[in-house]
């Protein structure tokens, strides 16, 4: 009896961890067959000091992505344009980062209630096959930290550590 008790847990966890992997494998898939496309962009502090433009294009045989960059300087006119690729690697894990904080249930506007001039306003747009969803942070330091605030930052700052080097560095999250 002893003996059949044991053999039946043991049945029991391979069926649960047969589950696990199964659903595991499912969201990996799912991931592996999206094709995305991002936008995000960062002003800082007013229209004067400058703006972050970032585009990726994922390739259509998912082997990594097209990555345009941009940053103007503001009122000096100096800044830089350039294009590079993104490795697979470094895209897949944009998107389980996507993936995992929800960026699609995430509200268009994570922002204050009053809202100052030429403050801080990060942008990410982000395209999932045939869905398109646009999120904006504004003026984040004055607003309380909420759970969509942090999966957004979370979303940014993932794509900001995939950009290839930068003597400048990428606009990480402040």
Same mark, same amino acid.
């Given at each position: 009896?002893? %003996? #059949?008790?044991?053999?039946?847990?043991?049945?029991?966890?391979?069926?649960?961890?047969?589950?696990?992997?199964?659903? %595991?494998?499912?969201?990996?898939?799912?991931?592996?067959?999206?094709? =995305?496309?991002?936008?995000?962009?960062?002003?800082?502090?007013?229209?004067?000091?400058?703006?972050? %433009? =970032?585009?990726?294009?994922?390739?259509?045989?998912?082997?990594?992505? #097209?990555?345009?960059?941009?940053?103007? *300087?503001?009122?000096?006119?100096?800044? +830089?344009?350039?294009?590079?690729?993104?490795?697979?690697?470094?895209?897949?894990? =944009?998107?389980? /980062? =996507?993936?995992?904080?929800?960026?699609?249930?995430?509200?268009? +506007?994570?922002?204050? *209630?009053?809202?100052?001039?030429?403050?801080?306003?990060?942008?990410?747009?982000?395209?999932?096959?045939?869905?398109?969803?646009?999120?904006?942070?504004?003026?984040?330091?004055?607003?309380?930290?909420?759970?969509?605030?942090?999966?957004?930052?979370?979303?940014? *700052?993932?794509?900001?550590?995939?950009?290839?080097?930068?003597?400048? /560095?990428?606009?990480?999250?402040?």
């Amino acid at each position: 009896m002893i %003996n #059949e008790e044991k053999e039946m847990k043991i049945f029991k966890y391979i069926c649960l961890l047969a589950i696990l992997v199964s659903t %595991n494998a499912m969201s990996q898939s799912l991931v592996n067959d999206s094709i =995305i496309t991002i936008e995000a962009s960062l002003s800082k502090n007013a229209s004067f000091q400058g703006m972050w %433009n =970032i585009k990726i294009i994922e390739f259509h045989d998912s082997s990594g992505a #097209e990555l345009e960059f941009s940053k103007s *300087d503001g009122l000096s006119g100096v800044g +830089f344009t350039g294009s590079s690729a993104l490795q697979k690697d470094s895209l897949l894990l =944009i998107k389980l /980062s =996507i993936a995992k904080q929800e960026y699609f249930k995430l509200p268009e +506007f994570i922002a204050p *209630d009053a809202k100052g001039f030429d403050m801080p306003n990060y942008r990410l747009k982000i395209c999932e096959n045939d869905k398109c969803h646009k999120v904006q942070l504004y003026q984040p330091k004055s607003i309380p930290e909420s759970e969509e605030m942090i999966r957004f930052v979370k979303v940014w *700052d993932k794509i900001m550590r995939m950009m290839p080097e930068w003597p400048n /560095s990428w606009p990480q999250y402040e």
